[in-house]
């Protein structure tokens, strides 16, 4: 059907299921064999995509929050970016884990026909954005942590997960050093900036130990186990760089919103995410 303008195709009552809250995205996972490997534990790496990717979708959903918000149209486009990166991440991690669990729940039924207490994501990714210095120092904690992970799982045992994490490296790589760059600009910058860029390591540090408790699901997918090594090292060289003492110690390595053990923050943030899905739940997405 032929339109003279856009707002005449969006209105037009014949064809009102295309413009639901949806647009009927293909399975990402569509074509490709996602039979779990005979030695794999199925429910273990079920479990362990669902913590990578709400970690993804949370941290998206905190990043899209600067559309409009930030200092400057380039970082409005690369934070709008990064954002879509770790979405298309959660839809591959999410659909992995429906097909990994034998339930067939697809990425939408995860993301948005879920309560709070069952995301699994950590609790770096659901705390408020705070000022750009809080943002950027939470994007350089957790890129540099899921770029190390990500890299070892490159070689896990389960194919689709090595596949989603070789994707995700490279995007990674982008999302730290960006985050990095601004941590060095804002950190050797103005005395102003400095001390803003400091506070912001402060606000996201004690979130950090919580990065590198190890979950049971984890044992027999991939030994990350010198994932601590790799950040603290790439931190200890951006700090360096960008005239900031060292933080101090972490908060303790203990299973928090892994466990579904949340702060107040993700209830707000989550509600906001699913209005629209809750609200049409029979909606073309």
């Not at 995509?49 to 380039?74: K, Y």
């Not at 606000?203 to 190890?214: C, D, I, K, M, S």
Request: charged share 25%; net charge negative.
């Amino acid at each position: 059907m032929m339109f003279d303008n856009a707002y005449e195709a969006i209105t037009e009552a014949a064809d009102d299921a295309r413009w639901a809250f949806g647009t009927g995205f293909e399975d990402p996972l569509a074509g490709i064999d996602t039979t779990v490997p005979s030695d794999v534990d199925a429910a273990a790496l079920a479990e362990y995509c669902l913590m990578l990717g709400d970690d993804a979708l949370i941290m998206s959903q905190r990043l899209q929050q600067w559309c409009t918000n930030a200092p400057e149209l380039e970082d409005e486009v690369a934070l709008a970016n990064i954002a879509l990166d770790l979405l298309g991440q959660a839809r591959l991690l999410l659909a992995r884990a429906g097909k990994a669990d034998g339930s067939d729940r697809g990425e939408d039924e995860l993301a948005f026909f879920r309560d709070p207490a069952e995301f699994r994501n950590v609790r770096l990714v659901e705390i408020p954005n705070g000022d750009f210095a809080v943002s950027v120092a939470r994007l350089l904690v957790f890129a540099t942590w899921r770029l190390a992970l990500f890299q070892r799982l490159e070689s896990t045992v389960d194919p689709v997960l090595a596949a989603i994490a070789a994707k995700g490296v490279k995007e990674l790589t982008y999302h730290r050093d960006y985050a990095a760059q601004w941590v060095v600009r804002l950190g050797a910058g103005t005395e102003l900036s400095h001390e803003r860029m400091r506070a912001g390591l402060s606000t996201v540090w004690p979130y950090v130990g919580e990065l590198f408790a190890r979950h049971p699901a984890e044992s027999g997918i991939q030994d990350t186990a010198t994932v601590r090594d790799e950040f603290d090292a790439v931190l200890a060289q951006v700090l360096a760089a960008a005239t900031l003492p060292d933080p101090g110690p972490a908060g303790p390595a203990v299973l928090l919103g892994r466990t579904g053990d949340h702060t107040e923050d993700l209830l707000s943030l989550v509600s906001e995410m699913q209005s629209v899905a809750r609200a049409h739940p029979e909606a073309t997405w």
